[in-house]
């Protein structure tokens, strides 16, 4: 079954802490997004990665760190830094250029 | 980075009026605009979009129009149905000419509702 997997599906942090979010495709595509959803909002640009062992910053980076070691894995950590982390987090693939992105179906990370 | 705006935030229309949601973009070099339907708790997930070599393309109920002079473009959604409540989202690529750098942004999000 083709897709891309985010999880956990809920995170809970604790202050101070740095946390990882997984996200898996297998699809074959080159290109991974981070984007951040904010209740009632739109989805803001993270980080993203058109090819194994790049990426590139968005608009929402200072906080947050990826890697990109594999062309199926893109995982997005949450920093310390990150003062406001309270939100739903999406990944999404794309397989070239200017096509569908397709999304996991989110981790929602609570600070508490 | 790419600035994409979209209006109006809610949408309220009576079953069977058409809903438009309209975006605007400020980077030229965009040359693909796809619109996103994201129900509550789930992901966002494409139903049109539309190559700047063409002004509109339909799909049953659903139409999309570009006009890159003024750089906006529309959804529009004709006979709506309850099953159309969501938030759409419009989107276009930024980072410049070359594909294998840019990523998408989103716009803000229409919070449709269609009342039966």
């Known amino acids: 079954d083709g897709g891309i997997t985010q999880s956990p599906k809920y995170l809970f942090r604790k202050e101070g802490q740095n946390v990882t979010l997984s996200c898996e495709q297998n699809?074959?595509?080159?290109?991974m997004y981070w984007y951040r959803q904010d209740p009632g909002q739109g989805l803001r640009l993270i980080y993203y990665?058109?090819?194994?062992?790049?990426?590139q910053k968005g608009d929402i980076a200072e906080g947050y760190s990826v890697s990109r070691e594999k062309k199926e894995s893109f995982p997005l950590t949450v920093t310390s830094a990150q003062k406001n982390p309270t939100a739903f987090y999406l990944c999404?693939?794309?397989?070239?250029?200017?096509?569908?992105?397709?999304f996991g179906q989110g981790t929602r990370l609570t600070v508490v | 980075g790419e600035n994409v705006e979209q209006h109006p935030s809610t949408l309220s229309v009576q079953e069977g009026d058409s809903a438009v949601i309209k975006c605007t973009y400020s980077?030229?070099?965009?040359?693909?605009f796809p619109w996103y339907k994201q129900e509550l708790g789930k992901r966002p997930q494409l139903i049109i979009d539309?190559?700047?070599?063409?002004g509109e393309k339909k799909d049953q109920r659903i139409a999309v129009t570009l006009n890159k002079t003024a750089k906006h473009f529309s959804l529009h959604i004709t006979e709506t149905q309850p099953e159309d409540s969501a938030v759409y989202f419009c989107?276009?690529?930024?980072?410049?000419?070359?594909?294998?750098?840019?990523?998408?942004?989103f716009g803000s999000g229409t919070r449709l509702q269609v009342q039966p």
């Open positions: 999404a693939s794309v397989f070239d250029g200017d096509t569908e992105a397709f």
């Open positions: 699809l074959n595509h080159d290109a």
């Open positions: 990665s058109q090819i194994v062992n790049d990426f």
């Open positions: 980077d030229s070099a965009s040359n693909y």
């Open positions: 539309i190559r700047s070599n063409v």
């Open positions: 989107a276009a690529p930024w980072g410049g000419m070359d594909t294998g750098r840019r990523a998408l942004t």
